[in-house]
């Protein structure tokens, strides 16, 4: 039997996930095998039950060889020992549950990721996938920087091993692609709510790498002038006119 504890950690999934993954998996194969719909398997037992329709699933005299007592238009339930399943079937299951576990594992990545579209992430630069796409280390998860989402006067921060934050613009629920971008209008005013989370920011407008207007309801002291200087360092140097929120709508 197959190491679920094992699995499931290699694909950051629970145990009782990849134990439904491979019961799946076995019915599915069997389903496949006999072309039948009634199928249990219990994993704790190392059994399959199998139930077939006499004569429609299985011939009446074959049916006799399993239970000298069944009767026409009966319903035999077969139980099978997994351990007797030969290799081509096994190796069948085997291909179905690594399928399933990766189909899991993107459905819970995705549902995970999803809530963190039009949020802040910090990531590492770990490669170019080609002269268009940077490929960034998400704690472990691959995100996908494109060009058009660069900030043209900020491209020599863009190297291996480099630590940035990023807008998360999209996720991709079919090919489970995270899709990351430092030009949104959000970015500074995001990480500005970084450092502090119980006030409001608003990007009124922001000239891409050059200058943003945010508005916030934070204390302007020098405490919150030395972060914004830090921050206006981490977005290579784009100036951050901040004013209070009393002055939004006049903007």
């Known amino acids: 039997m197959m190491n679920f504890e094992l699995l499931a950690k290699s694909k950051n999934l629970t145990v009782e996930q990849a134990s439904r993954a491979f019961t799946l998996a076995m019915e599915t194969a069997l389903k496949e095998q006999f ?25 009446f005299r074959e049916a006799l060889v399993f239970d000298v007592a069944v009767l026409h238009a009966d319903h035999l339930a077969i139980v099978f020992d997994m351990k007797a399943f030969p290799v081509k079937f096994i190796n069948r299951v085997k291909t179905i549950f690594t399928q399933t576990l990766d189909l899991m594992k993107n459905e819970a990545d995705f549902k995970y990721w999803s809530k963190k579209i039009h949020r802040l992430v910090e990531g590492v630069i770990k490669r170019y996938s080609d002269e268009n ?14 060009k058009r989402h660069w900030v043209p006067r900020e491209k020599n921060k863009y190297q291996p091993g480099t630590a940035l934050m990023f807008y998360v613009s999209a996720v991709d629920r079919n090919q489970f692609k995270i899709y990351l971008s430092r030009k949104s209008p959000m970015l500074p005013a995001l990480m500005l709510k970084h450092q502090y989370p119980w006030h409001t920011f608003v990007c009124k407008k922001r000239w891409i790498g050059n200058k943003s207007f945010i508005f916030t309801d934070a204390p302007l002291d020098k405490k919150f002038a030395d972060i914004r200087d830090e921050i206006s360092d981490m977005l290579n140097g784009e100036i951050l006119e901040v004013r209070g929120m009393k002055y939004l709508k006049a903007a």
Not at 36 to 59: A, Q, S, T
Not at 133 to 146: K, P
């Open 35 to 59: 072309e039948l719909e009634n199928v249990h398997v219990d994993l704790d037992e190392k059994i399959v039950e199998v139930v077939f329709r006499i004569p429609i699933d299985m011939d």
């Open 133 to 146: 796409v940077i490929e960034v280390d998400l704690n472990g998860q691959t995100g996908y920087f494109h």
